[in-house]
């Protein structure tokens, strides 16, 4: 029977006898009330805004008044590059999250909430898999609490006020040439991704070109996530650039006087979520930027909350640890002043064949050779988190067809670099599965081994800090770009821009721009097509190669096998 594990960049591939779906292990959990798991972290009752039974928010003065208290050890889960063959790095982190718990340790995880557009897409939803899960499983993956609806309406609402102020004699100087703030959607919808709008006359506005941006994608959701606060998220607001006036001076959303507006719609949205595992442990499930445009962590205020309620906080980053980690160490540790005190790198034997050129089909027959050649881009994430001076161990997540030879060749290979690789089974066996992995990565937390520093200074130049990104962590030997965005960096660094992390938006299946490129690819030249400034997030986004912010359906989208049943149950969604 095959079963597709939610949290895999595509389909995981298992013969199971009778395994139940994910879906089905979700809906046979017995849930315990979000009361009594807010208990497990001394969350009190009445610092709950309840949604059903099963999930709710944190109330602003509970966080407020955990200042001052001690951190727990900070454990960041990554892996190596995803591929068809799936990796299952959230639901590893799941995983891990209940074996800390089934080992006596205080811990919780902090994951991101899943967009609508991948989960109708081509990836499903991204509430882990198997026996290691986060639930409710449907309403995380759809609607949830409704954050997402939020962001997307604060975005908008700041893109009707750019061209209603136009509209309306535009006191500002706007030049409508030069406005960058576009719209947005939670949905993959190709058709928006370059529009006209304000056809139909003067009562209309000014006709102009601009588009929309995936909800994931936008300034907004990055600001949530990094915002400490109201009163932070408020200050980044304000700085958000909309446009600029013909002499090139920026005009910001303050300026437009939408700030109050935006943060009246998030009030409730920056408030962390909090849901249970299939184990009835505690996890915060809040934010969802995209990790191959955006930062691709979850919100600093799930993260801080978590660090004072538990010892231990299992927290991941998206896509490939190129992306997701580098994005966490550079942007969010930079920014929120965390430290971390560990990192899990999540790798399959049956990926690490397909980077060593085996094909999906053929990823059943055992292949050592393939697999040493394909374990090179393990090794590279490993060389590069171990760079920013954090600790790392390896969790092999386990699959039916994997081999005693191949998963001893890729533990030989692991440790041949001074590392130690687990061979976790969590998938299908829940917590007991992944002990071992909980036991090391514990003791790896309490170390005190961790000496970490982002990968570059905040002086160095923006253009420098995109071939540091480059040269270190994609190994290439070049970066290009066109004399205008060249021109772009410059002006960034004359308004006062230049000490910002930069953020790189490129295709996350490989170290290189190429998708097709798989193991460690290195020497290739990185194209910078576009820069974005996010003043309000507080980084610059480098866009590389063909990457869109705004992704299309594929031939066959996931939406096409979803549906609802006469009982109200969803069906399809995984």
Not at 365 to 382: C, D, M, Y
Request: glycine share 10%; hydrophobic share 45%; aromatic share 6%.
């Amino acid at each position: 029977m095959v079963r597709r594990a939610i949290g895999a960049a595509t389909d995981r591939e298992l013969t199971v006898s009778a395994f139940p779906s994910d879906i089905e292990i979700s809906r046979g959990s017995r849930k315990r009330p979000i009361a009594e798991v807010a208990a497990r972290l001394a969350i009190p009752d009445e610092a709950l805004i309840p949604y059903g039974r099963d999930k709710a928010k944190v109330e602003r003065a509970f966080l407020d008044s955990l200042e001052g208290r001690p951190d727990g050890r900070l454990i960041l889960v990554t892996a190596i590059n995803p591929t068809p063959a799936g990796e299952g790095k959230t639901t590893t982190t799941v995983g891990l999250g209940d074996g800390l718990n089934a080992i006596g340790r205080k811990a919780a995880i902090c994951l991101r909430e899943p967009s609508l557009g991948p989960c109708f897409g081509q990836k499903g939803g991204a509430a882990g898999g198997g026996r290691a899960q986060v639930v409710p499983m449907e309403d995380i993956n759809l609607h949830f609490t409704g954050d997402f609806h939020a962001i997307t309406a604060a975005h908008n609402l700041l893109a009707a006020m750019v061209d209603n102020h136009i509209h309306w004699g535009n006191a500002l100087g706007l030049d409508s040439r030069r406005i960058v703030w576009r719209r947005a959607v939670d949905m993959n919808d190709r058709a928006l991704r370059d529009i006209v709008v304000s056809l139909g006359g003067p009562a209309n506005g000014i006709p102009r070109e601009t588009g929309f941006d995936i909800t994931v994608a936008s300034e907004i959701m990055a600001i949530l996530c990094l915002a400490d606060g109201i009163a932070d998220l408020e200050r980044r607001l304000a700085r958000i650039v909309v446009g600029y006036r013909t002499d090139r001076t920026a005009v910001t959303a303050g300026e437009i006087g939408a700030t109050g507006a935006m943060a009246a719609l998030l009030r409730d949205a920056i408030l962390p979520n909090l849901v249970q595992t299939l184990e009835n442990n505690p996890a915060f499930v809040h934010g969802g930027p995209f990790a191959n445009i955006a930062h691709g962590c979850n919100s600093v205020v799930a993260t801080r909350a978590a660090l004072k309620l538990a010892d231990y906080v299992v927290t991941e980053a998206g896509f490939g640890a190129d992306l997701g980690a580098e994005k966490f160490f550079d942007i969010k540790c930079r920014k929120a002043g965390l430290r971390p005190d560990a990192c899990v790198i999540v790798a399959t034997v049956r990926a690490l064949k397909m980077n060593g050129g085996v094909a999906k089909a053929d990823l059943a027959t055992e292949n050592v050779e393939a697999l040493r050649q394909g374990a090179a881009n393990l090794g590279r994430h490993i060389e590069n988190v171990r760079g920013f001076g954090v600790p790392v161990i390896v969790a092999i997540n386990h699959f039916a067809g994997d081999t005693p030879t191949e998963l001893e060749a890729l533990k030989a290979y692991v440790a041949r670099m001074g590392v130690e690789a687990v061979i976790c089974r969590h998938w299908a066996e829940g917590s007991a599965g992944i002990l071992e992995l909980a036991e090391k990565v514990a003791a790896l937390a309490d170390s005190g081994t961790a000496d970490f520093s982002p990968l570059y200074a905040d002086e160095l130049g923006l253009l420098e800090k995109i071939e540091t990104v480059v040269r270190r962590i994609y190994r290439g030997s070049a970066v290009t770009a066109e004399p205008q965005v060249l021109r772009e960096l410059e002006r960034f660094e004359a308004d006062g821009f230049g000490s910002l992390p930069v953020c790189l938006a490129k295709t996350p299946y490989s170290f290189s721009t190429d998708p097709r490129r798989f193991g460690a690819p290195e020497g290739h030249i990185v194209h910078i097509r576009e820069v974005r400034l996010s003043a309000g997030a507080g980084f610059v986004v480098a866009i590389c190669g063909d990457i869109l912010t705004m992704p299309g359906l594929p031939r066959h989208p996931a939406a096409e096998h979803i549906h609802l049943t006469q009982a109200g149950f969803i069906e399809g969604l995984s």
